[in-house]
């Protein structure tokens, strides 16, 4: 047998494993944070930066996981309702609005998505059905 | 007929802003300009004149007046915002910045950045954005002034195109160009300042700016 072959057998089998092992909830996540990169370039990119670094203490980033786990089912409500008053994020003050984003829940979950796992944060998936559960909570 | 002249204009100075950089020796000069003759020690000379930035006067986000001859001997960068801006004006700061980090030790330069709602944006308010976009001292300007002011020289001279309208987010549309200006106040290029890439360009260009031998300064 030619190296070659050899070769292309072990990637074949590679790429078999891996899919292999790709659950429907792996997957899921997948379609939800490459749909929610599209929603953040066009809705959040603007203004919270290509890396989430949000502008100096205008804007805040988007790299604290600790605020974003704490308020994660308020986290719809922001992205729809947009933010005013105070919040502190990685010991910084904010206190500038935040304008509200005319999105279904599903982009909305989207981009949470896609927030929750870019930038050094690690949240799980934000699927449609708990962002439509916890708009109906927004204040 | 007059927004096709800007919109025409401002593409060659775009076109030119981004083709400058081809040629490191001298930046082009844009505008008007007309020849003039007149006679030195009995020969006749043809010179030209260019068009320049006519006399200004605005306030700081420190309340202090800010006119053409407060900038008289530095090369500025001129933009258009206002605080409360959702949309483009983020980004264009956070490029701005960049330019701000690298020249602010130098003596010879200034960003000045003009509100358009100078009616939400008094001098405290733009202080406070200064303040936290991390300004300080007097290399980076936020000025406010009437609006008619701030609208005829945005569109007249430095050839930016602001208009309010209710319809856009945050009620106005404006360009987002960083025009620089050198020290005989001739604009010498016009650059997108939503693209790191042309703000980059711009920063070069200041720097070929600063190494160009002064000429006399008109005043």
Redesign the interface.
């Known amino acids: 047998m030619s190296w070659k072959l050899a070769g292309s057998l072990i990637v074949f089998v590679a790429i078999l494993f891996i899919t292999a092992c790709q659950s429907d909830e792996n997957l899921e996540f997948k379609r939800y944070y490459s749909s929610g990169a599209l929603v953040y370039q066009q809705h959040c990119q603007n203004c919270h930066g290509t890396n989430g670094e949000g502008l100096s203490a205008l804007i805040p980033l988007l790299s604290d996981s600790t605020f974003l786990r704490k308020n994660v089912s308020s986290l719809p409500c922001y992205v729809k309702n947009g933010l005013k008053g105070q919040i502190t994020i990685k010991g910084k003050t904010f206190e500038d609005a935040m304008p509200a984003n005319d999105l279904s829940p599903l982009e909305i979950a989207q981009v949470l998505t896609y927030i929750g796992n870019s930038f050094g944060n690690k949240l799980s998936t934000i699927d449609e059905q708990s962002v439509q559960k916890n708009l109906v909570g927004c204040r | 007929m007059r927004n096709i002249l800007i919109i025409g204009f401002a593409a060659i100075l775009l076109w030119g802003a981004c083709k400058s950089g081809s040629d490191k020796k001298a930046l082009p000069i844009y505008g008007n300009r007309k020849p003039v003759t007149k006679m030195v020690d009995g020969k006749q000379v043809t010179d030209t004149i260019y068009q320049t930035i006519p006399p200004f006067k605005f306030v700081n986000q420190y309340g202090d007046s800010i006119s053409n001859k407060t900038l008289n001997g530095n090369i500025y960068v001129v933009d258009f915002f206002f605080t ?1 801006c ?3 004006c ?2 264009m ?2 490029n701005m ?1 960049k330019v701000y980090e690298t020249f602010k030790n130098t003596g010879d330069f200034k960003i000045i950045s003009h509100t358009i709602d100078p009616k939400h944006d008094s001098v405290p308010v733009l202080k406070k ?1 200064a ?4 300004i300080t001292g007097n290399t980076w300007w936020f000025l406010q002034g009437k609006k008619e002011d701030i609208y005829t020289i945005a569109e007249k001279n430095y050839l930016v195109a602001v208009k309010q309208d209710s319809s856009a ?1 945050g009620g106005y549309i404006h360009a987002g160009y960083f025009v620089l200006i050198d020290k005989q106040k001739r604009i010498r290029g016009s650059y997108d300042g939503t693209d790191p890439k042309q703000v980059d360009q711009l920063i070069a260009d200041i720097k070929t700016l600063q190494a160009e031998p002064d000429q006399m300064i008109v005043q």
């Open positions: 409360t959702p949309s483009i983020p980004i700061h956070r910045l954005y303040d936290k976009l991390g987010a």
